[in-house]
């Protein structure tokens, strides 16, 4: 079965400092991979997918298949951009469940 | 409907009544999730609806959940015999798989079992 691995629960980072939040998956075919996040009292949404190849709020993430990892990446980090954020995973193609991690709770210090 | 709904927002209950909590997906939307989100526990995956397909419920963490999706469309999630631990924020998903492979959050219920 798919898995999805965030390492860690809480990243504490310095406003202006660079910021990785990391995601590993297990999953031997090609899966594709999004990035969610969760702003304080909001609804859960979508942040970026790696089909699109995006930078959404600053944000970027590659997805490294010999590592199979999709790590989000933002070079100066921001006050506003405190929140969880979940990494996901779905099997390509046709109707497939999304399997989440477990989130890192992202807190930007002023 | 503009976004998924879920009904109620909040909910107490006395340890071992039963719970029903509500979801209205986006209309259109052929598949239909529900997770748990606790304190420490993150986003824990319940049980997946897809179409008239028979729903995967790999994530129920035991046989006093259970969930319906009548019509394709409005979905009941029913906890029996309420625990403690059965506390945390229930979401419902939806999306328009194959198509559109993105998952719209409802707001939430919040259960605490008292």
């Known amino acids: 079965a798919q898995r999805v691995t965030q390492p860690e629960k809480l990243l504490s980072v310095f406003k202006g400092a660079p910021v990785e939040l990391k995601c590993n998956y297990s999953y031997s075919g090609s899966p594709e991979l999004f990035w969610y996040v969760q702003y304080s009292r909001q609804r859960l949404q979508l942040l970026l997918r790696h089909i699109s190849r995006e930078s959404i709020k600053g944000f970027t993430a590659d997805l490294n298949k010999g590592e199979t990892s999709f790590h989000l990446k933002k070079p100066f980090a921001q006050e506003e951009d405190s929140a969880m954020y979940y990494c996901?995973?779905?099997?390509?193609?046709?109707?497939?469940?999304?399997?989440f991690g477990i989130g890192t709770k992202l807190q930007v210090i002023p | 409907g503009a976004g998924v709904s879920q009904s109620p927002s909040n909910k107490v209950t006395e340890k071992g009544k039963d719970v029903e909590l509500r979801c209205d997906p986006i209309s259109g939307h052929t598949a239909l999730y529900w997770y748990r989100q606790s304190l420490g526990q993150g986003l824990e995956f319940l049980i997946y609806?897809?179409?008239?397909?028979?729903?995967?419920k790999s994530g129920l963490p035991s046989d006093r959940f259970s969930a319906e999706r009548t019509g394709g469309s409005v979905s009941t999630l029913t906890i029996q015999r309420t625990q403690q631990e059965d506390s945390a924020v229930y979401l419902c998903?939806?999306?328009?798989?194959?198509?559109?492979?993105?998952?719209?959050f409802g707001q939430g219920t919040r259960l605490t079992v008292v």
């Open positions: 609806f897809q179409g008239n397909s028979a729903p995967d």
């Open positions: 998903a939806s999306s328009f798989q194959p198509v559109n492979t993105e998952a719209f």
């Open positions: 996901a995973l779905r099997l390509a193609g046709g109707y497939q469940k999304v399997t």
